[in-house]
């Protein structure tokens, strides 16, 4: 699996794209803003879009939206409980004092348990309320796609609206504990780590 991380914007969201090496199949997962620095990482590897994928509705993680759907048509996919915020991107960010357009509504909602194939791989969908209510991660053999629920040594805030800590909690430990220890987890901002360290290290969860 071709695996791309770029961060983009001014809150530095990590956007990945994922691509079939047989069949240049991909997926963007978080396209959070610099739309035209996507498109050419893109072009670069001579990939296809098929789905672009919202891990939660927070405007830094989907505030290329428009213009990623606009050039590649792809399915715009996003969990129901999120999908309401999508039509609100410029009033969030403009609570932080920045800019971003509104995204086109969902054109497929994700639910626990879910699965997007592109090319010979498949991603598993898993509800992982508690930063947002419609949080989720994107899991496929030996890698976890976490958003904004787990990062390295930390989890994601729970103040902002539908957040809920004890949500969180639960997510990560019910949901993601239970994958194996050297699961890669790429995070919506900052570095990797592994499931593995998570349980061992992070204060959070201990």
């Known amino acids: 699996m071709i695996i791309k991380k770029l961060e983009v914007g001014p809150i530095m969201a990590n956007c990945f794209i994922l691509g079939c090496e047989r069949t240049k199949e991909s997926v963007v997962i978080d396209p959070g803003d610099d739309g035209d620095q996507i498109l050419m990482a893109l072009a670069k590897e001579a990939l296809k879009v098929k789905y672009l994928i919202n891990t939660h509705g927070h405007f830094d993680h989907v505030g290329a939206n428009k213009k990623m759907k606009e050039v590649t048509q792809a399915t715009l996919a996003i969990h129901p409980d999120d999908e309401p ?3 609100e991107l410029s009033k969030s960010a403009s609570m932080f004092g920045l800019s971003a357009e ?5 054109d497929l909602l994700l639910n626990h348990g879910d699965q997007v194939s592109f090319g010979d791989i498949t991603l598993e969908v898993i509800h992982t309320p508690g930063h947002s209510r ?3 991660c994107l899991y496929t053999k030996g890698y976890l796609f976490a958003g904004d629920t787990l990062f390295k ?15 969180l ?7 993601l504990f239970r994958l194996p220890d050297d699961t890669i987890v ?3 901002h900052g570095p990797e780590t592994t499931i593995g360290d998570e349980k061992r290290m992070n ?4």
């Open 134 to 136: 419609g949080g989720i």
């Open 169 to 175: 909690i639960a997510s990560i430990k019910t949901k």
């Open 85 to 87: 915020m999508l039509m």
């Open 102 to 106: 509104n995204s086109p509504p969902a």
């Open 153 to 167: 040594s930390s989890i994601g805030r729970t103040d902002l609206p539908g957040g809920d800590f004890d949500s």
């Open 186 to 188: 790429y995070t919506g």
């Open 203 to 206: 204060p959070f969860l201990r």
